[in-house]
């Protein structure tokens, strides 16, 4: 056993640093001559807090955000201010815009402030994670976290356990069809995927099942199942509030308790891990495990750091996978002609009952166009966030001090017929090359589900291989037909973007199944 793996598994819990300010020095400075012909903050077109509030709740946009920002963009064009009080948020709505954004985000970018994740963390003592760590020390924790999760051959090596969660989804899909949907029926299919995505990411993050797919989810599982959902949710309210009154409100004490249980959660997989690691050393018994033991037997991060950092990586991964996946089965059940192409390209590659793995994947292009196309149309983050924290930026003609708020509208350029021809179409061929052609090109920021740059998203890689092992595994078995009432499910926005309604498909068993 090594001494730094000694000190990790038997150090003492030390609370963490003073949480420091938030504060950072300029690198960047727009000259003097930069400056002249530009224009300001106060020069943009916008709307203050009293427009928002009758937009969002007298006019129903609260859950539409999405859709609110091709609104805005149509009555103040394609750069505008919003103010929420003392807050001035810079709305960006096109490619170009967004572009030049992101070019100019300096060394260490900040997504958003987070701050009332990051005041859950102050008023318990925890460590911040890669969402809401800022500067060197986000960028010193990136550098521990990107390697297991963002290399191809790295996440290839989780492959056989992401299958292994993929066969008891499927028998859970058939348990479901038949108790529950007539033999044909799979009700809630996002609900379905939700469980999917949770025990596959545990199963990376935590190296252990949680049994969220079983007939029978255990108590403790199905609390951490929904601890996650009403962060979300909450999250979501909370910061439409001004901080002096967070401690007075009741979601805000449901938000913290939320969070109390995910930590609670996270601290008890990964103490189990550490002692089980400590049991093999001291019988001299190799070390062996994927993720969380890489984690804890690196000694960069303290277990502190490593529980906020999991905390986040997990919130991160469960609804990236399930609601695309979701979308996914949605729209081919409304394009038989699309579904057939990606049955034959799936049973091309993996006749009979072969069972797709990591190295599959690269030979189906249109499975992967499939899920571009799906993450145009509803991109799991529909407006990021950027802070101009070290630097002044110039955009669209206007000059930026530092400090400012960017809200990136993704959703609204994604929905763009200038960009995407019949935008509001499934077209996943708009991805793919012809024999003989060029693809049709569109600007590379018009559609960025997973971010730019150092703030790409940590789990893309992962999330990718849920979501083909999934699709491929489901698609060999079934066909998916759609809702036979006929209804159209329409996407609301709770933090992220998700279905707003039950999706429910009928699955059909394939004469020749395969998988």
Same mark, same amino acid.
């Given at each position: 056993m090594s001494a730094p793996l000694y000190r990790l598994l038997?150090?003492?819990?030390?609370?963490?640093?003073? +949480?420091?300010?938030?504060?950072?020095?300029?690198?960047?400075?727009?000259?003097?001559?930069?400056?002249?012909?530009?224009?300001?903050?106060?020069?943009?077109?916008?709307?203050?807090?009293?427009?928002?509030?009758?937009?969002?709740?007298?006019?129903?946009?609260?859950?539409?955000?999405?859709?609110?920002? +091709?609104?805005?963009?149509?009555?103040?064009?394609? +750069?505008?201010?919003?103010?929420?009080?003392?807050?001035?948020?810079? #709305?960006?709505?096109?490619? #170009?815009?967004?572009?030049?954004?992101?070019?100019?985000?300096?060394?260490?970018?900040?997504?958003?402030?987070?701050?009332?994740?990051?005041?859950?963390?102050?008023?318990?003592?925890?460590?911040?994670?890669?969402?809401?760590?800022?500067?060197?020390?986000?960028?010193?924790?990136?550098?521990?976290?990107?390697?297991?999760?963002?290399?191809?051959?790295?996440?290839?090596?989780?492959?056989?356990?992401? #299958?292994?969660?993929?066969?008891?989804?499927?028998?859970?899909?058939?348990w479901v069809r038949e108790n529950h949907g007539q033999g044909v029926m799979l009700n809630d299919v996002s609900g379905e995927l939700y469980k999917f995505a949770f025990e596959a990411i545990c199963t990376i993050l935590f190296e252990t099942r949680m049994g969220c797919l079983e007939e029978h989810v255990p108590e403790e599982t199905d609390k951490f199942i929904k601890a996650v959902f009403e962060m979300f949710h909450f999250s979501s309210i909370v910061i439409f509030f001004p901080k002096s009154l967070w401690p007075y409100l009741s979601l805000w004490k449901q938000f913290v308790a939320a969070w109390d249980y995910i930590f609670y959660i996270t601290e008890k997989l990964v103490d189990k891990k550490m002692s089980e690691m400590q049991e093999h050393v001291e019988k001299g018994y190799p070390v062996d495990g994927e993720y969380l033991t890489y984690l804890l037997a690196n000694t960069k991060m303290t277990p502190l750091e490593i529980y906020g950092s999991l905390c986040e990586l997990l919130l991160a991964a469960v609804d990236t996978t399930s609601n695309t996946t979701a979308w996914i089965l949605y729209n081919l059940a409304r394009d038989p002609s699309i579904q057939q192409q990606l049955y034959e390209e799936v049973t091309s590659v993996c006749p009979g009952d072969q069972i797709p793995e990591a190295k599959d994947f690269a030979n189906m292009p249109f499975l992967k166009a499939v899920a571009k196309e799906t993450l145009r149309m509803y991109p799991v983050v529909p407006g990021n966030s950027r802070v101009a924290v070290d630097k002044e930026v110039v955009a669209g003609g206007y000059y930026f001090p530092k400090n400012t708020l960017f809200h990136l509208c993704h959703y609204a350029v994604s929905q763009e017929d200038s960009e995407f021809s019949q935008s509001r179409s499934f077209q996943p061929s708009r991805w793919l090359r012809e024999k003989g052609e060029e693809m049709k090109k569109h600007h590379p920021f018009a559609s960025i589900p997973f971010g730019f740059g150092t703030r790409t998203c940590l789990g893309k890689r992962v999330?990718?291989?849920?979501?083909?092992?999934?699709?491929?595994?489901?698609?060999?078995?079934?066909?998916?037909?759609?809702?036979?009432?006929?209804?159209?499910?329409?996407?609301?926005?709770?933090?992220?973007?998700c279905p707003g309604s039950p999706i429910n498909l009928q699955l059909i068993d394939r004469k020749c199944p395969g998988a």
């Open positions: 038997t150090a003492k819990r030390l609370p963490p640093p003073a +949480i420091r300010a938030f504060g950072y020095k300029s690198t960047a400075r727009a000259s003097v001559e930069e400056r002249e012909g530009l224009k300001t903050i106060e020069d943009l077109p916008g709307s203050g807090l009293l427009s928002t509030f009758y937009w969002h709740f007298i006019k129903g946009y609260h859950q539409k955000a999405h859709e609110f920002q +091709i609104v805005q963009k149509k009555m103040f064009g394609p +750069i505008w201010k919003t103010k929420f009080g003392p807050i001035t948020v810079i #709305n960006v709505a096109t490619a #170009n815009l967004i572009e030049q954004v992101l070019r100019q985000e300096g060394k260490y970018p900040v997504r958003s402030q987070m701050p009332h994740w990051r005041e859950y963390r102050e008023l318990r003592g925890k460590a911040y994670g890669p969402l809401c760590e800022y500067g060197e020390k986000w960028h010193h924790m990136r550098s521990i976290l990107n390697p297991k999760m963002l290399k191809p051959k790295e996440v290839s090596t989780y492959s056989p356990a992401i #299958n292994e969660v993929v066969t008891d989804f499927v028998k859970r899909v058939q999330a990718e291989l849920e979501m083909f092992s999934v699709i491929s595994r489901v698609i060999k078995l079934f066909e998916i037909r759609p809702d036979p009432s006929g209804k159209v499910v329409m996407a609301k926005t709770r933090t992220l973007l």
